[in-house]
């Protein structure tokens, strides 16, 4: 297992326009994390997923953003028309869910969306 | 609702020597468990050490070590023999039901 991957991991998009991030979790890993991180700030929850199902949204994620797992596997974020405000670092991560022992979260590299 | 406080925008140490970066929290829930991560400027979140709440005893991994003082709600990271790799962003974080919150973060830097 090559741990969380994310793509693309850079991504400069027109304001307007729609974009769409995806996120392999660690196999056996049945629960997913989107964060979004602006420049000098902690992460920020957007959202999280059991296995398929979404069980928690941020405020922070307008109508404009849409997440899905749709076999409990990868997931995909996607953000339409994108405002200048949404440039950000958007991290996935993922856990194990019941296992005490491994109670932390394993992050992935991020992607990073600059848009003009 | 978790609250994390971190309350050093950014600090710095000479190499080889001892660093304390301070985090507090707030949670009305008894069972619970903190983190540190590090960030380094590839910007991948890597653990750097976990403490669950309901142990006293502060946790270690090699170089780093917490102070947990669960009545103050306190969480400081203590890294010993600072190294150059040492140099990035710090977050502490809570997790209660699965549910992760970050401080705002501290950037060290490590001089040589």
């Known amino acids: 297992d090559t741990g969380v991957s994310q793509d693309p991991r850079h991504k400069i998009t027109k304001r307007g326009q729609n974009v769409t991030f995806r996120c392999d979790p660690i196999?056996?890993?049945?629960?997913l994390y989107w964060y979004r991180q602006t420049l000098g700030q902690g992460p920020e929850f957007l959202t999280y997923?059991?296995?398929?199902?979404?069980?928690?949204k941020s405020r922070l994620l307008s109508d404009r953003f849409s997440a899905e797992r749709p076999k409990g596997s990868f997931s995909t974020l996607e953000i339409q028309r994108t405002e200048q405000g949404d440039s950000a670092m958007y991290l996935c991560a993922s856990s194990l869910v019941g296992n005490p022992s491994n109670y932390g979260y394993t992050f992935g590299s991020g992607t990073r969306l600059t848009v003009v | 609702a978790q609250t994390v406080t971190q309350s050093q925008p950014e600090m710095s140490v000479q190499e080889a020597e001892t660093v304390t970066l301070s985090c507090t929290y707030d949670?009305?829930?008894?069972?619970?468990?903190l983190f540190w991560y590090k960030q380094p400027p590839s910007r991948q979140m890597i653990l750097v050490i976990r403490?669950?709440?309901?142990?006293?005893q502060n946790a270690t991994e090699n170089r780093f070590s917490v102070n947990f003082q669960k009545a103050a709600k306190s969480f400081s990271l203590k890294i010993s023999d600072s190294q150059l790799g040492d140099t990035a962003m710090y977050f502490c974080?809570?997790?209660?039901?699965?549910?992760?919150?970050f401080g705002a973060g501290t950037r060290l830097t490590v001089k040589p």
């Open positions: 196999s056996e890993h049945n629960r």
């Open positions: 997923f059991q296995n398929e199902a979404q069980l928690e």
């Open positions: 949670t009305s829930e008894s069972n619970y468990y």
């Open positions: 974080a809570s997790v209660y039901n699965n549910d992760m919150r």
């Open positions: 403490q669950e709440a309901y142990k006293q």
